[in-house]
């Protein structure tokens, strides 16, 4: 089956700064639109960020400027640079494809940005 396994995760201070990486596999995924996601307690998933086979970049408002996607075709890994933390970042980040996710969900990385 198609795998989306997300790392990179953890607890860090305002202000500090992760990166995540997403391992993607599938053919599928090699040549698709991929994206971060992220859902808070309480709240419904958004996607943050996004990131074309041709490496054009699209970012929410809310992480715009902090926040940097890419991706290496090798080992089909795609990246969230994660800089200036606030605790509203505070969720769990998946990948998957986009605009149209895949019926499969990895297990998600945790972020959690508090003092």
């Known amino acids: 089956q198609v795998q989306l396994v997300e790392s990179g995760g953890g607890m860090v201070q305002p202000g500090g700064s992760l990166r995540l990486s997403c391992a993607a596999s599938g053919s599928i995924v090699s040549i698709s639109t991929m994206g971060w996601y992220r859902q808070a307690p309480g709240k419904q998933r958004e996607l943050v960020a996004a990131?074309?086979?041709?490496?054009?970049?699209n970012y929410a408002d809310s992480v715009k400027g902090r926040f940097t996607i890419s991706r290496t075709y090798a080992k089909n890994t795609v990246y969230l640079q994660m800089n200036s933390l606030k605790p509203e970042d505070t969720a769990v980040y998946y990948c998957?494809?986009?605009?149209?996710?895949?019926?499969?969900w990895g297990q998600g990385t945790q972020v959690t940005v508090s003092s």
């Open positions: 990131i074309t086979s041709g490496s054009s970049t």
């Open positions: 998957n494809t986009v605009p149209f996710p895949m019926n499969y």
